[in-house]
């Protein structure tokens, strides 16, 4: 398969670094906010690490996107840029990984991003299962217990939808879900 190299890795890098710049979100401490960045970082580590046992992946398609999986739902960038600098593939992968925010409800937007990436190579699938595993790490400090349950149940959905892709990230996925109860306030 197509495996990733350093250049391409820093290209991603560069663009999300760019795309994101300043935006960030709430750690788990109250009050904290962390640079977006870090999520970012977070979903290629998780893609890179499940890679050293999946040689059959398209290691260089999977680590784009997991670099690149937030910029057409949180940015300015488009479809059209991310296709220009980065390929088809990418930016096809891209957009699957993306909510149509013109849809009613967080359900149905989930329910028809994971539609979309089902239509895309399993490469795509394993950014999304890595983007819950980060996701998964700890709760916003201002998130309620009806929030945290509701986020772990949509995990479960992510779970039973993608968890063939990759064995490694499936079995990953599932430890944080079964363990993501443990941050119910009291």
């Not at 391409?8 to 009050?31: C, D, L, M, P, V």
């Not at 999946?54 to 059209?80: F, G, K, R």
């Not at 989930?110 to 089902?118: A, E, N, P, T």
């Amino acid at each position: 398969m197509n495996h990733w190299h350093p250049d391409i890795f820093a290209k991603a890098w560069a663009f999300a670094s760019r795309q994101h710049n300043g935006q960030t979100y709430g750690g788990a401490q109250e009050g904290e906010r962390i640079e977006y960045i870090s999520h970012i970082a977070s979903v290629a580590m998780e893609i890179t690490w499940a890679l050293k046992d999946d040689t059959a992946a398209d290691s260089a398609l999977a680590v784009q996107c997991a670099l690149l999986h937030d910029t057409i739902e949180d940015t300015a960038a488009t479809y059209e840029i991310v296709h220009s600098e980065f390929g088809e593939a990418v930016a096809n992968g891209v957009l699957a990984l993306s909510k149509n925010e013109t849809l009613p409800t967080k359900d149905a937007q989930m329910r028809d991003s994971l539609h979309r990436i089902k239509q895309q190579p399993r490469e795509i699938w394993m950014v999304k299962m890595a983007d819950r595993i980060t996701n998964l790490y700890h709760p916003p400090f201002y998130w309620t217990n009806e929030k945290i349950l509701a986020y772990r149940d949509e995990a479960l959905i992510i779970y039973h939808e993608l968890h063939t892709a990759n064995a490694q990230l499936a079995q990953r996925l599932r430890e944080k879900i079964d363990a993501y109860p443990q941050f119910l306030r009291r």
